[in-house]
């Protein structure tokens, strides 16, 4: 078992990537202990495996909770966080305060704590919008939503404590992922959720955004691969396949797979910042027309490349949603 031994803290160990690499740090012998507030992580997504790991309540705000909590870790793996666009819209101090002051106030932790890593889980909105070609780490960021804002402040915080305080801090910049346990509220979600009750997949305008897709699974491989690493000391790595897949074509692929025919309806008149009049979903301002990242460097620095193409990957999270039908009940806006 290749983390055998590693103390491996965990927040938002409760959400939805932070479970999945719950599971994944005990099947390779890791010691997990998980800090979450259940904002939005679910019990229910640590169903057989919450007795073979410790749980503490708690929000990484409270700076004094966390560094009590955060001691004898040996990593960290910092997956909690604010990821809701709507929210972020709609109260950017909370966001920034989830985001940017919940991190260096993990950092802080880890400084006193005297931790040997620290994963933290970043985001591709950081870079704004970009065009259909891979975006790389090299390229500007700029980004169009202050989500983004929080999530590129709380990785330049990283990179400073690493420098300054001597120890590993790698950033991951997620795609768009999906795979069980995810949050109701994201496109898949939403196409998925209204595929299996029978209902018209609603497409905002023309449904030629393209989004780069990537199964949870991946970004649990990316994390043991830079955890296990002796080597990096501070870096900001893409996750992602590299693949643009219009929305359109998402659609296209739940609706061929899917035992039930369903309808594609494209909502055209729904502006940016409205909501449908199909369903109670706003349609984002300031849309990203591409988000397509290439994982390249962490290929050639980790070793990392994607598993599940998109095809697969869907045929599990449809089984997946099939099979968990109470878990997605409201729209998570």
């Not at 604010?82 to 972020?88: K, P």
């Not at 919940?102 to 870079?127: D, M, Q």
């Not at 990283?158 to 120890?167: G, L, P």
Request: with cysteine.
């Amino acid at each position: 078992m290749k983390l055998k031994g590693t103390k491996i803290f965990i927040t938002g160990g409760a959400g939805f990537i932070g479970s999945n690499l719950v599971k994944r740090f005990l099947q390779e012998g890791a010691t997990v202990k998980i800090y979450d507030n259940f904002a939005t992580g679910k019990p229910e997504n640590l169903n057989g495996i919450d007795t073979k790991v410790e749980i503490i309540k708690g929000d990484i705000l409270d700076k004094r909770k966390l560094v009590s909590a955060m001691k004898g870790a040996d990593v960290v793996s910092h997956h909690a966080a604010q990821m809701e666009l709507t929210i972020a819209l709609g109260d950017p101090y909370f966001d920034l305060n989830a985001n940017t002051v919940g991190t260096l106030n993990v950092l802080e932790a880890c400084v006193k704590n005297k931790v040997k890593k620290l994963i933290n889980a970043s985001s591709a909105c950081v870079y704004g919008q970009k065009g259909d070609t891979p975006t790389k780490e090299t390229d500007q960021t700029n980004p169009n939503w202050q989500y983004g804002v929080s999530k590129l402040a709380a990785e330049k915080y990283c990179q400073i404590y690493s420098e300054t305080y001597k120890f590993p801090v790698i950033s991951f910049r997620y795609s768009i992922i999906y795979g069980p346990n995810e949050w109701y509220g994201r496109v898949m979600s939403l196409f998925l959720k209204r595929a299996v009750e029978g209902k018209p997949i609603i497409i905002f305008g023309d449904g030629n955004q393209k989004r780069d897709f990537t199964h949870v699974s991946d970004v649990v491989q990316a994390n043991v691969k830079a955890i296990l690493d002796n080597k990096i000391k501070n870096e900001v790595f893409n996750v992602s396949t590299g693949i643009g897949t219009t929305i359109r074509d998402l659609a296209k692929l739940i609706q061929r797979f899917h035992e039930k025919k369903v309808r594609i309806i494209y909502d055209k008149k729904v502006k940016e910042g409205e909501v449908s009049k199909f369903f109670k979903r706003v349609r984002l301002p300031s849309e990203l027309r591409n988000m397509i990242l290439s994982y390249l460097k962490a290929q050639r620095l980790l070793d990392f490349k994607p598993a599940l193409n998109l095809e697969q990957g869907i045929k599990e999270q449809l089984l997946w949603v099939e099979q968990n039908k109470t878990r997605w009940k409201k729209i998570s806006i």
